[in-house]
Nanobody, 120 residues
Framework: QVQLVESGGGLAQAGGSLRLICAAS????????MGWYRQAPGKQRELVAA???????NYADSVKGRFTISRDNAKNTVYLQMNSLKPEDTAVFYC??????????????WGQGTQVTVSS
């Protein structure tokens, strides 16, 4: 069984910073893609940032220059450093990963989500 557990969400003021952490655990052989998505009330879930095991990174235009994604492959952990936060960043943030598990199946996993609220 594989789990993704997020932490680090909370309340921040506009212009402030938060750091999200997502740790994958369980019967994992390898992880290629790890990403952060978010869903604001009444909106569709959208990609925020993603990183592959080889270090290729992709950001949503709305967060470029403000957010930084990184990962520790040895710890199966991905981070999202969020700076210069804006009220429009308020959303539930989800971690996602494309994981080869011990059954030799490649599956897509989601975390439970963590709330990020930015006050003006």
């Amino acid at each position: 069984q594989v789990q993704l557990v997020e932490s680090g969400g909370g309340l921040a003021q506009a212009g402030g910073s938060l750091r999200l952490i997502c740790a994958a655990s369980g019967r994992i052989l390898s992880i290629n893609y790890m990403g952060w998505y978010r869903q604001a009330p009444g909106k569709q879930r959208e990609l925020v940032a993603a990183i592959t095991s080889g270090g290729n990174i992709n950001y949503a235009d709305s967060v470029k220059g403000r957010f930084t994604i990184s990962r520790d492959n040895a710890k199966n952990t991905v981070y999202l450093q969020m700076n210069s936060l804006k009220p429009e960043d308020t959303a539930v943030f989800y971690c996602a990963a494309d994981i080869l598990n011990s059954d030799y199946d490649v599956k897509w996993y989601w975390g439970q989500g963590t709330q990020v609220t930015v006050s003006s």
